[in-house]
């Protein structure tokens, strides 16, 4: 079965029962039991749902793996995942790693004991001299959130299986319609499903996808005890968003290499980061591993005014939080998705005060490049 067919016929369609097209909305917490325990595959909507599993089996079916589980946010899937481990595990992350999962590690998960190392994954060898006799996985971003860093998920994932590690990879920006980390080693691949899977600004989700029965059962046991469960309307919404996700990301990226081209030859830019480009640090491993480079592109323009100027001017672009949607969306990242980032941490990561990032939607490209000129020049 072919990607965008995949997309539509993939995990359980329609409604033997009825004949309804698309998988219902079941919204019900509790199911009749005809003795105890003896039910029809649910019990109790925390544990499992309809809707929610037909969206589970889909992603699965997606990203080629054993188990999926669909998550009330990206965030509470990505703690789900890190939940799995004990007190005193260490785990290495991607430096440049979204604002929220630098967070959720260093202010909530570490109350745990959770360690935590964040290195340069682009360059294997941080990975390998961050190892210690506690290391229990590999957690890789790629490309990352907001310079677009690129990590040999293939290698990376061999590394951490000579040391006995789990490989998690965060997928959001590439969704499996461009890359599926499973087929490249990788143990464990989520989303946050808010972004191109829902692709439309109206549901909050995270996804997770799990290459292993002993993984899938741990997962579950995690999900079904601490409760963070998408509802069956989102679930619902989610798969009525993925099912164009081929269409939309093909479009995204054809108005992507448009901006792109524009914004390297535009005076006012300093530096564009983008894997498209083949000066990009690593593009031969982007082109490698994945069959697109997606929608996100991140400029700098030099400073904090710059920026500020810059979003006063687009009218097509809006100003927001999130990524991945049909409109166009801009934001400053140093001061929206990565504030929680101290600083001093974003000023060594490169991160800076003028750095500009866009999530290029399904308008018509001459008028989004219309807009950034006017923009910019102005």
Do not use: C
Not at 92 to 114: A, P, Q, S
Not at 171 to 187: C, H, K, R, V
């Amino acid at each position: 079965m072919r990607r965008k067919t995949k997309l539509i016929h993939g995990g359980i369609v329609g409604d033997p029962a009825t004949g309804a097209v698309s998988v219902p909305i079941y919204q019900v917490s509790t199911y009749k039991q005809d003795g105890v325990g003896n039910h029809k595959g649910f019990e109790y909507s925390r544990t499992g749902n309809p809707t929610r599993h037909a969206l589970e089996e889909l992603i699965k079916d997606l990203e080629g793996g054993k188990a999926g589980f669909a998550f009330g946010s990206g965030m509470a899937a990505i703690t789900a995942v890190i939940m799995m481990f004990d007190s005193g595990d260490h785990v290495i992350l991607t430096d440049d790693v979204y604002g929220g999962t630098y967070r959720v590690i260093t202010k909530v998960l570490n109350r745990f004991g959770i360690e935590a190392t964040f290195v340069d994954s682009s360059d294997l060898k941080n990975i390998k001299e961050a190892i210690k006799s506690n290391t229990k996985a590999v957690y890789i971003e790629t490309p990352t959130n907001p310079l677009l860093k690129i990590t040999d998920i293939e290698a990376a994932a061999n590394l951490a299986k000579e040391n006995g590690l789990l490989t998690i990879v965060d997928n959001t920006f590439s969704t499996p319609y461009w890359q599926t980390p499973i087929e490249l080693g990788a143990d464990i691949v989520l989303h946050s499903a808010t972004k191109y899977l829902g692709g439309h600004s109206d549901v909050v989700a995270g996804l997770v996808v799990v290459n292993s029965d002993q993984l899938a059962e741990d997962l579950h046991f995690v999900q079904n005890s601490t409760g963070g469960v998408l509802g069956p309307q989102d679930s619902w919404l989610l798969m009525r968003g993925i099912k164009t996700l081929g269409i939309r990301m093909e479009e995204t990226e054809r108005n992507t290499k448009a901006i792109v081209e524009f914004l390297l030859g535009h005076p006012a830019v300093r530096n564009v980061y983008y894997p498209g480009i083949e000066t990009h640090p690593n593009h031969d491993i982007a082109k490698k591993q994945a069959q697109g480079f997606g929608g996100m592109v991140s400029f700098d323009v030099g400073s904090e005014k710059n920026a500020d100027q810059l979003l006063e001017g687009v009218k097509y672009f809006t100003l927001a939080e999130s990524l991945g949607a049909v409109e166009s969306l801009i934001s400053v990242p140093a001061r929206m998705t990565h504030a929680s980032i101290p600083k001093e941490r974003r000023d060594e990561l490169g991160i800076t005060d003028g750095l500009v990032r866009i999530s290029v939607g399904l308008e018509d490209a001459e008028d989004l490049i219309e807009d950034l000129k006017q923009a910019l020049d102005n």
